[in-house]
């Protein structure tokens, strides 16, 4: 009996030990959870998305000028990645407007900029989140009266492990060569 | 004339009496902001709500980082509060000779300030409501058209801040009775991310010094405001993440 248990404990541990070493690093960005739902409604936290490398950045749906870009500067990434790089790479555009950005808003984008959503997430955080996320991000912004975002814009990568190892605000189909340079070695490392 | 004045300056430490705790009922209201926005053209609507009397002090958060190890300075998580976080303190979680107890807590982050007041069931004021309290004199609500209160606050301003920080709670209460959002310590807002004024100083050195003279950045066409507007500019340049050796906070509610 007492082997037996000794064995249960043991495949416990062994079987637990990975769960109990997903503390993340005190310089990882999972340090914050942060619950969302995407366009699919389906919730998550944002710390499963650790084991991959992530493109992250801010943007509300009813935004007529600079988050098309912010859009299309994640899809110039894309382009030129390889294959084998694109499928490891996760891309996470988090509303900085949750009030409005409801699962089918985002969807529609989704659908609109034709996002390949088994790579793209589009996401609303709960309103208490909103700053904090743009915090860890160093994204400024101020709602207007208007119901329009001013905010500054940029695309942060994540290693694996959440950590932010570069960030760019130029935004457009054009990528920053640095950022995508540090893109791809991201890829390769991991 | 005398008498007068000196009973207006008993009233605020009235209804302090009566009020009690650590927070301060404000009636909120409409009110005149000294920035321009060029979205928001009528006055800024304030709901009521209660704000701490002082800024947290170094005993307070003591309090709080023992009971929330996980902001101890040697635990923190690193994006959420720079290598000076709490530096001035002993150890994490002693204080020592540069950090007394009754003095406000400083070297702290936003996400460190959040933290606190979520912890307490409160929130960071915003912006408004700091701006709306803080035009207030120990007689008037509002006291930013009189020159003298406005030199007031600039010689506040003035001094070295590398002198000792005075203890919390040594000033007289303004008109809503609260105390030291004038000539003690910068303070968080909420909402200071929203504040987009000076140009991004993000990469120009120390927080204490260069991100300062981001200031200087600003155009400001108010001078009557200027010391509403150093405020502005210290928290438009700071990242969520950085801590000063001036910067605090309190925390405010809303009022049901």
Known sequence: ?190 | MRRLAALLLLLPLAGLAAGGGDYVKLPGGAFRTALKYEDRTGPTRIAPFAMMRTPVSNARFLAFVRTHPEWRRDRVASVMAEPRYLSHWAGPVSLGETARPDQPVVQVSWFAAQAYCEAEGARLPTWDEWEYAAAADETRTDARRDPRWRERILSWYSRPSNAPLQRVGLQAPNAYGVQELHGLVWEWTEDASALMIAEDNRNQGDADNARFCGAGALSMDDRDNYAVLMRVAMLSSLGARDTTANMGFRCAKDLP
Request: charged share 25%.
């Open chain 1, 1 to 190: 009996m007492n082997k037996l248990l000794a064995i249960v404990g043991l495949c416990l541990l062994l079987v637990c030990t990975p769960a109990f070493a997903a503390q993340p690093p005190k310089d990882s960005v999972y340090a914050l959870p942060l619950p969302l739902v995407d366009q699919d409604g389906r919730s998550f936290d944002w710390r499963e998305r650790r084991g991959t490398v992530q493109l992250v950045s801010m943007f509300y749906t009813s935004c007529q000028y600079i988050c098309p870009l912010i859009v299309d500067s994640g899809k110039a990434i894309e382009r030129q990645l390889s294959a084998t790089e694109r499928a490891r790479l996760g891309l996470l555009l988090i509303s900085m407007d949750p009030a409005r950005d409801t699962p089918t808003a985002l969807r529609k984008v989704a659908t609109q900029r034709k996002l390949d959503t088994t790579r793209w997430t589009l996401a609303r955080p709960r309103p208490q989140d909103v700053r904090s996320i743009a915090g860890l991000l160093g994204i400024r912004y101020r709602l207007l009266e208007d119901g329009e975002f001013n905010h500054t814009s940029a695309l942060v990568l994540l290693d694996a492990d959440g950590r932010i190892i570069a960030r760019t605000e130029r935004m457009g189909s054009r990528p920053d060569a640095d950022f995508m340079a540090a893109v791809k070695l991201a890829l390769a490392t991991d």
